[in-house]
């Protein structure tokens, strides 16, 4: 799946902290399906207004990062993002 193909659907879920977003997708490939996560950070533009994404994280960022994770994994075993 191309990066695309997800601007045109919706994350199943979205948790996001201090900039630090991780959206979870469903997938279906071969009669199969499971989930995929993209992990992005955007921030608002000082000068423009505008919100814009990195493509890096800052190792403050972290500690967020690992909890939206742990709470991702979480859902997931508790069978929360069943269709």
Known sequence: ????????????DSLSVRGVNVAVW??????????QITIKKSYKDQESGEIKELKSL??????YLIQQLQ?????EMRGLYES
Do not use: C, G, H
């Not at 709470?71 to 859902?75: A, C, F, I, P």
């Open 71 to 75: 709470d991702v994994y979480t859902k």
């Open 58 to 63: 800052n190792v403050q960022d972290i500690p």
């Open 1 to 12: 799946m191309t990066l695309d193909t997800y601007a045109k659907n919706k994350p199943v």
């Open 26 to 35: 469903q997938q279906e490939k071969d009669e199969k399906s499971f989930r």
